[in-house]
């Protein structure tokens, strides 16, 4: 609390690898703007050991998905982000303006590992659609999926904010159709550590303009 005091101070934060390389850098740079004196430190991990980070005491602040299950915790809606289909642009599917889950759950589907919490979240989003994805290729980041995506290697369900300002003429992305699927994210920190005043601040520009 001392050395948080004056203008300064340390704000350690972490972030899930399906929200860090897109979330973060825009809003570091408006937390920046008006907190430039402090020093900022980020961690990308995935959901479990960010919360045993938050637990020991090594982060401040968590950015993740719902649902976080933990008494110990305090934990604020960000906000609901859709979730899109990944088509390779030269798919039969790529012509429509949205695409029904039903309509790509027989295709070969590439997914995020299971070590991942949104990778669990689609296969539970594709069962309750009535059936097992064809998964094809797992793997550790969504830029690899997307890769593979480009490749004409299959079709992948990914994060909205993944998409935003993709160029590779290799992949397109529809909208889900009714009933569109979404994913909440959330900030996190502990009920009785200690909290760095800016804090607040970050959680702030966490949220959309």
């Known amino acids: 609390a001392v050395r948080d005091s ?6 350690r934060a972490g972030a899930i690898p399906t929200v860090a390389p897109f979330l973060l850098p825009a809003a570091v ?3 920046t703007k008006s ?3 402090v020093q900022l430190q980020l961690h990308e991990d995935r959901t479990d ?3 045993a980070a938050l637990h020991a005491g090594e982060l401040d602040i968590g950015v993740m998905a719902l649902p976080v299950r ?6 604020e809606r960000l906000f609901a982000e859709p979730l899109v289909v990944a088509l390779p642009a ?4 790529a012509a429509r303006d949205e695409v029904k889950l039903a309509d790509v759950l027989d295709e070969p589907f590439i997914l995020l590992d299971d070590v991942h919490c949104f990778g669990d979240q689609v296969l539970s989003l594709c069962r309750r659609g009535g059936a097992e994805p064809r998964v094809v290729c797992r793997g550790e980041q969504i830029a690899t999926l997307l890769g593979m995506v480009a490749a004409g290697l299959g079709v992948s ?4 904010m993944a ?3 993709d160029a590779d003429p290799g992949r397109v992305y529809r909208p889900m159709a009714r009933p569109a699927a979404t994913r909440s994210l959330c900030a996190v920190w502990h009920k009785q550590r200690y909290r760095p005043p800016s804090v607040r601040a970050f959680v702030d520009a966490l949220k959309p303009r």
């Not at 030269?90 to 599917?93: N, Q, R, S, W, Y």
């Open 6 to 11: 004056g203008e300064g101070g340390r704000l």
């Open 163 to 165: 998409a935003v300002g």
């Open 35 to 37: 907190h430039a004196a």
């Open 29 to 31: 740079t408006r937390f």
């Open 90 to 93: 030269t798919h039969k599917l």
């Open 49 to 51: 050991h960010l919360l």
């Open 157 to 160: 369900v990914v994060p909205e």
């Open 70 to 75: 933990d008494e110990r915790l305090h934990v």
